[in-house]
């Protein structure tokens, strides 16, 4: 059977009743389900989900398995299993738009130039955000913006789509995995366990740029994101951004960035200048992404002897 939409949805011992909702907005979809296929893909959660989930009341959808550990394996897994043209990537916390597939098949349509894109999304919190952690909140894959960009330049952070949601033709998935599977620094890229390494999506949708495509995000597509309280806690923020700058940093020099050498020296004086004007929260922030920075560049230094 030929679909136009595979939906792919990775997930490690999910949280229950957010999966619930995940899956109901799936089920309310404008999008005829005879058009789309769904693939839960079972990345070495404790439990079999395929003895706990009823996928059912979708004709097309399956259970997959996948034993080695972390979210790169499982996006692969979910890109060779898959059977349609364009493959939407839905988190077990995205709760899509009613009308998410259908924009979706629109886009690829009507902009057959973009290769990998994206939208608008909401964040519902369990418990309300504290103000000090609002600067941060970015992290979280919270995007809004006014009007659709969209652009064929490799490093154009503005029109690239994040994780959550993110829509991409199958030859930019095909052409992901060929990188990957032979990059072992790649498929380190993003989440594994407890590890907050985060990038790999961005790999993802440089890679439409690899074969002459672009990236772009639209305000037309729309989900919210379910945002637990235990993200809000500042040992996870800081720890999260930690992870994304090292990821960026590996990310930017697997594209062609090479880092500089920046001394031990000029760091901890950078960082006591800035201490001097920023509170508390905001240097151990500042702090932190340093660290992420250095490991990052150290292991491309050892690397590159």
Same mark, same amino acid.
Do not use: M
């Given at each position: 059977m030929t679909f136009t939409i595979s939906v792919i949805t990775c997930t490690h011992n999910p949280r229950g009743d957010y999966l619930d909702k995940?899956?109901?907005?799936?089920?309310?979809?404008?999008l005829p389900l005879e058009q789309w296929e769904f693939l839960l893909i079972d990345n070495a959660s404790e439990r079999s989900l395929a003895s706990e989930i009823d996928l059912s009341w979708h004709p097309q !959808?399956?259970?997959?398995?996948?034993?080695?550990? *972390?979210?790169?394996p %499982?996006? #692969?897994r979910g890109i060779e299993e898959a059977k349609a043209d364009v493959l939407v990537f839905v988190d077990d916390d995205n709760v899509l738009d009613s009308d998410y597939l259908e924009v979706t098949l629109k886009i690829s349509k009507e902009w057959p130039k973009i290769g990998a894109w994206g939208g608008q999304i909401r964040g519902e919190f369990e418990t309300a955000p504290p103000d000090w952690a609002k600067p941060y909140l970015y992290q979280l894959?919270?995007?809004?913006?006014?009007?659709?960009?969209?652009?064929?330049?490799?490093?154009?952070?503005?029109?690239?789509?994040?994780? !959550?949601?993110?829509?991409?033709?199958?030859?930019? *998935?095909?052409?992901? %995995?060929? #990188?990957v599977n032979n990059d072992p620094i790649r498929i380190a890229l993003d989440r594994k366990g407890k590890l907050l390494t985060s990038s790999g999506d961005t790999d993802l949708a440089f890679t439409a740029c690899d074969l002459g495509l672009g990236t772009g995000q639209f305000?037309?597509?729309?989900?919210?994101?379910?945002?637990?309280?235990?993200?809000l806690k500042i040992e996870y923020l800081i720890r999260l951004h930690e992870g994304l700058a090292y990821s960026s940093t590996m990310l930017n020099y697997l594209r062609g960035k090479m880092p500089q050498h920046t001394s031990w020296l000029r760091v901890k004086l950078s960082e006591w200048y800035r201490s001097c004007w920023m509170n508390s929260i905001d240097s151990r922030f500042f702090k932190a992404r340093n660290r992420g920075i250095a490991l990052a560049n150290q292991q491309v230094w050892n690397s590159n002897k």
């Open positions: 995940v899956l109901a907005a799936l089920k309310s979809q404008t !959808a399956r259970h997959v398995r996948e034993d080695k550990l *972390g979210l790169t %499982a996006r #692969l894959c919270i995007r809004a913006f006014e009007e659709d960009k969209w652009s064929n330049i490799l490093h154009q952070h503005e029109t690239t789509p994040c994780g !959550a949601g993110i829509c991409v033709r199958q030859i930019v *998935g095909k052409k992901y %995995a060929e #990188l305000t037309s597509l729309k989900l919210t994101h379910l945002i637990p309280t235990n993200r």
